[in-house]
Nanobody, 124 residues
């Protein structure tokens, strides 16, 4: 499956952005789709993931209550709604698709397919 991430941009602290991850080549059926982010000089960090079948979602600790991941199977798209953004949310955001087991859902190595990344900058 090929992935295309979009929706990044510049936003002020406290603002919102909605990222999208579109699949082509095949559907998300039987996949788990995750969002990760990577700031300069830091490791790739788990943001959120969703199971395409059950629609169950999983979140990194600092994102709970601020970020919401959702899947639109009709459009073959996974969205990440980000609210109350902080400067520390500044990073390149990547979406990945794979079949990680639950214990590995936050590990980048568990995802076989990646999009190109979209930059989110939170600054006044």
């Amino acid at each position: 499956v090929q992935l295309q991430a979009s929706g990044g941009g510049l936003v002020q602290p406290g603002g919102s952005l909605r990222l999208s991850c579109a699949a082509s080549g095949r559907t998300f059926y039987n996949y788990r789709v995750g969002w990760f982010r990577q700031a300069p000089g830091k490791e790739r960090e788990f943001v959120a993931a969703v199971d395409a079948g059950s629609r169950r979602s999983y979140y990194g600790d600092s994102m709970k209550g601020r970020f919401t991941i959702s899947i639109d199977n009709a459009k073959n798209t996974v969205n990440l709604q980000m609210n109350n953004l902080r400067s520390e949310d500044t990073a390149v955001y990547y979406c990945g698709a794979g079949r990680p087991i639950l214990s590995e859902i936050s590990r980048p190595s568990a995802y076989a397919n990646w999009g190109q990344g979209t930059l989110v900058t939170v600054s006044s």
